[in-house]
């Protein structure tokens, strides 16, 4: 999606991670490609959440979550490795009182768990992803371009969740 192919491309980029990813079985090529790369693809669809707590447990540094909701939140714990941290994104499967459980619940484990996560104009983490942008390590995918009439379509495919990349908004200059 939108934001998971940008998180995959700066954690390379920047920290050199090796990135494992989950995607549905139409989109595991996708996570493979470049500019994404990803060093395992994991089909969510073929793979529970609790099967991949157990496969990869305390195997990650960092969990950055864009999806949210129980099932990566329960499963967070098992595979952050000592000292690890869970990024979670904002979004509208997001539970208030679930965050506040799993939070208290990683801190005791001495993990760390940040969000939920908005995102805000921050001007000089703009220009750094600007200069990774300019060195050709992030390629910000886009998916269609529409015109400002067709938005609405454009939503309800982002809605459906069939979206790689981003969808631009290309409005008439007159």
């Known amino acids: 999606g939108g934001v998971g192919h940008v998180g995959v491309q700066l954690a390379r980029a ?3 991670a090796e990135v494992t990813s989950t995607a549905g079985p139409a989109n595991q090529a996708f996570l493979k490609a470049e500019p994404l790369g990803v ?23 960092a969990i ?13 714990g098992a595979l952050l490795k000592p000292g690890g941290t869970y990024c979670h994104v904002f979004n509208t ?18 993990k760390a768990y940040v969000g939920p996560t908005l995102v805000s104009p921050d001007g000089p983490a703009l220009a750094a992803i600007a200069a990774l942008v300019d060195a050709g390590k992030l390629k ?3 998916a269609s371009r529409v015109a400002l009439d067709g ?6 495919e982002v809605e ?3 979206v790689r990349g981003k969808i ?6 007159e």
């Not at 099967?51 to 990650?60: D, L, M, N, R, T």
């Not at 499967?93 to 965050?99: F, H, L, P, S, Y």
């Not at 459980?101 to 801190?107: D, N, Q, S, T």
């Not at 631009?168 to 200059?173: C, L, P, Q, R």
């Open 14 to 16: 920047l920290y050199g």
């Open 160 to 162: 459906a969740g069939h």
């Open 151 to 156: 938005v609405a379509a454009a939503l309800e």
């Open 64 to 76: 950055l979550d864009v999806v949210g909701g129980a099932q990566g939140e329960a499963t967070a």
């Open 168 to 173: 631009v908004v290309e409005v008439a200059k």
């Open 140 to 142: 910000p995918i886009i």
């Open 39 to 61: 060093d395992e693809a994991v089909d969510y669809k073929a793979v529970s959440p609790d099967e991949f707590a157990k496969s990869h447990a305390g195997a990650f540094d």
């Open 93 to 110: 499967a997001t539970d208030g009182e679930t965050t506040v459980k799993v939070k208290a619940a990683l801190e005791a484990e001495g």
